[in-house]
């Protein structure tokens, strides 16, 4: 068994500074008590604790796949935070979020990136498109590419889109073995030119220990679901079934992209 050293650290979040409207579950820019600044993710979000769990699997194992990312970290709420908020809708979410939520370092100065401007070299965006593949990742649009350039380097961000078969769950099976018919859609696909070496490339490091290691990331908290009678150590053993299973059957979405690659040049 390979050492697995996968972990994030808790901070408390001791300042709320603005809302970013941008995105759909209202995030925010927060202080935490290590002095600094974070994108935080609120569990009492529209779409709940399942976006963080997909927040938290998309951006671990991009990292672990040698992708930038931005440090995330579980940043904790305490039950008075937000008392004194005059939004009446930021006040209700703060609410609901006490406890352990999810938070993004924020890339200070960062710019979101614009394919138009900037060429990603082939291996990169191969890298991207596959890793969105394997997430089922619907949000690497042109309208929506959610990159950002910062020190002249390509940073991925928000993957709470990633993994849509948790919001049925009961077809998981079916879906691990599925292709992926939005990758048509991605911002990257056209610069993609080595998918195929990277599908073998990354079978070889998602090791089943360090997948293991990442979905042990998920706190239990996140688990405790009205929906089902399943366990948060039984909930765990399906996501990372899925993730294994998926893996196994890589050549089914990387054909697919590559395919639609070919049909666009």
Same mark, same amino acid.
């Given at each position: ?14 300042? *709320? ?5 941008? #995105? ?13 600044? *974070? ?18 699997? #998309? ?6 796949? #040698? ?99 948790? *919001? ?70 399906? *996501? ?26």
């Amino acid at each position: 068994m390979e050492p697995t050293d996968i972990s994030l650290r808790t901070v408390n979040v001791t300042r *709320y500074i603005q809302p970013l409207r941008e #995105g759909g579950s209202l995030p925010a820019l927060a202080e935490a008590d290590d002095n600094f600044k *974070y994108v935080l993710k609120f569990k009492g979000n529209g779409h709940g604790v399942k976006a963080l769990i997909a927040e938290l699997l #998309g951006g671990e194992i991009a990292r672990v796949l #040698g992708l930038k990312i931005p440090e995330l970290v579980f940043a904790t709420l305490d039950e008075a935070f937000g008392r004194t908020e005059g939004d009446e809708e930021i006040q209700d979410l703060l609410k609901s979020s006490k406890g352990t939520n999810l938070a993004m370092h924020f890339l200070s100065g960062a710019i979101n990136f614009d394919p138009v401007v900037t060429t990603v070299p082939g291996p990169l965006a191969s890298k991207i498109v596959w890793l969105d593949a394997f997430l089922t990742n619907i949000d690497r649009s042109v309208k929506n590419t959610n990159m950002l350039m910062w020190n002249r380097e390509l940073w991925l961000i928000d993957h709470g889109s990633c993994l849509n078969f948790q *919001y049925t769950w009961t077809d998981w099976e079916i879906k691990a073995k599925s292709p992926f018919p939005y990758i048509k859609e991605h911002v990257l696909l056209s610069q993609a030119d080595q998918l195929n070496e990277i599908n073998t490339t990354f079978r070889k490091l998602l090791t089943e220990d360090k997948l293991r290691a990442i979905v042990d990331l998920i706190p239990d908290e996140w688990l405790q679901w009205d929906d089902t009678d399943q366990t948060p150590s039984q909930l765990r053993e399906v *996501y990372l079934l899925f993730l294994l299973s998926r893996l196994h059957h890589s050549e089914l979405f990387t054909s697919q992209a590559d395919n639609a690659r070919n049909s666009l040049i």
